[in-house]
């Protein structure tokens, strides 16, 4: 099967439910941001620009797992910010599982073998062994990290564990130079492919979260799959970049490029998604078919953004996971005071002028689940798409020239280092520290910027 069983049974169940008792409006996935604090500066996310007055403040784990029963979605994202900061991150998995439901963590990979480790000390013994030795012949753990695993946890909190029930959602924005110069830091692709294979090897299912922008090789997207299909990915989320206010506002402010350089119009969109049905026969694409068609232009739907609504430290965010009008205390109360009919695209034209060039996943795949634009066979075609059979690895995924980048001395920062050793003069050093060279609030661009002018200064002494 492509996707597990007992998976795409519980959804299909509470779809088929909801359908008999003739709700109108439904949850089936909720996105729980606990907090907005990041490790990254994305380019392209506005999320922590938009509530950078709440960065410190997260949602107490009681108030995260009321919100998952009270919307009863079978399947909860946890995201942020970086959820692999909250504080009770692993009592949150815990409590969301013991409720029965899915659960994806959405992550930029960075902190995931920091949990995997601690998930192998908690379950040490002597049978553990041959795998401690695998993942050291494997370089994704040190000698070090072995004698802390041995030693055992002395807590009795509980740890992120494999099951069926949960996937890492690795954010993979393309090969090793892209998704770096996307996040804005070298290395992180990196450190994403360790954090892959060593849940791969642990029992973990992982998916990979991809997000396509204008400049976006449709190529790399492509042999992106073919890489992580290779490294035994479960499946793969992808989705077009939108230009929403929060990521127009930070795209002009924070970075001083235009948006409409960056983000994808609905044509674009249009374009660079004409091939996403040979991808997903190709590959475990996560969505159904009927939204496929949709990205390729060959359909249309309309907006159901409430069944995959948005809680976060503010409330439930309405009217979508993007868009910000409001908050509510309750998700009852924004189903019935948000008038839907003001957003979307309906038979080509805007119902606000925001929703124009939308064309995400979080709005308009599960349009394609609940048959909001029934065409004749489109369930036949969802069950044949989520009960056939999986797509094999693939096989030469290993010949993907996958790290591009910093692993081969051409990270977006490399100019930005050359530079430095040849004691480059400032006003010319700054240019290989722009937007090719990341441009975020890391940091990393100030330090070399004061030791490019230090190294200027030496020069002109000598």
């Not at 924070?254 to 997903?280: A, H, N, Q, V, Y």
């Not at 996958?402 to 050793?421: R, V």
């Amino acid at each position: 099967m492509r996707f597990p069983f007992a998976l795409s049974a519980k959804i299909a169940a509470h779809i088929i439910k909801h359908k008999l008792r003739q709700t109108p409006k439904f949850a089936l996935v909720l996105q729980l941001e606990p907090l907005h604090t990041c490790n990254l500066t994305c380019t392209g996310c506005g999320r922590i620009r938009e509530y950078s007055t709440s960065l410190k403040d997260m949602m107490s784990l009681e108030d995260c797992l009321a919100s998952a029963r009270e919307c009863d979605a079978p399947m909860v994202s946890i995201c942020g910010g970086e959820p692999l900061i909250y504080p009770k991150i692993e009592e949150l998995v815990a409590g969301v599982l013991e409720q029965g439901r899915i659960v994806y963590v959405c992550t930029n990979g960075i902190f995931m073998r920091k949990k995997m480790k601690d998930y192998l000390a908690a379950v040490y013994s002597p049978s553990q062994e041959a795998t401690l030795a695998k993942l050291l012949a494997e370089k994704l753990i040190t000698d070090k990290d072995v004698e802390t695993i041995r030693k055992g946890r002395t807590d009795n909190r509980p740890v992120i564990r494999p099951t069926k029930w949960m996937y890492w959602n690795v954010h993979v924005d393309g090969l090793e130079y892209t998704h770096d110069l996307i996040v804005e830091r070298e290395g992180v692709f990196k450190e994403c492919v360790a954090a892959i294979k060593m849940a791969k090897l642990l029992g973990f299912q992982v998916a990979t979260n991809t997000t396509v922008y204008r400049e976006t090789n449709v190529r790399e997207i492509e042999d992106m799959f073919r890489f992580f299909s290779w490294l035994g990915v479960d499946g793969h989320t992808i989705s077009p970049g939108y230009d929403y206010d929060a990521a127009k506002k930070d795209m002009a402010t924070r970075l001083g490029k235009k948006p409409e350089d960056f983000f994808l119009t609905r044509r674009m969109t249009i374009e660079k998604f004409s091939r996403i049905e040979d991808w997903g026969k190709a590959f475990t694409i996560f969505g159904t078919p009927v939204y496929q068609e949709f990205l390729a232009g060959k359909r249309d739907l309309t907006c159901t953004a409430w069944a995959i609504p948005t809680r976060n430290i503010r409330g439930w965010k309405a009217p979508c996971y993007l868009m910000t009008d409001g908050h509510y205390p309750t998700y009852r109360e924004m189903l019935e005071k948000v008038d839907w009919d003001k957003y979307g695209v309906v038979n080509g034209v805007a119902r606000d002028s925001r929703c124009e060039n939308c064309m995400v996943h979080c709005g308009y795949d599960p349009s394609g689940a609940l048959g909001t634009n029934y065409q004749r066979g489109d369930n036949w075609k969802n069950f044949r798409y989520n009960f056939a059979a999986r797509p094999k690895p693939y096989p030469d995924g290993h010949l993907v020239n996958a790290f591009n980048g910093f692993s081969a001395g051409k990270g977006h920062l490399a100019e930005a280092k050359a530079a430095i050793k040849a004691g480059a003069e400032p006003e010319n050093a700054a240019q290989h520290v722009g937007a090719r060279c990341g441009g975020g609030e890391t940091g990393e661009r100030d330090d070399l910027l004061a030791k490019i002018r230090v190294a200027s200064k030496a020069t002109a002494k000598e």
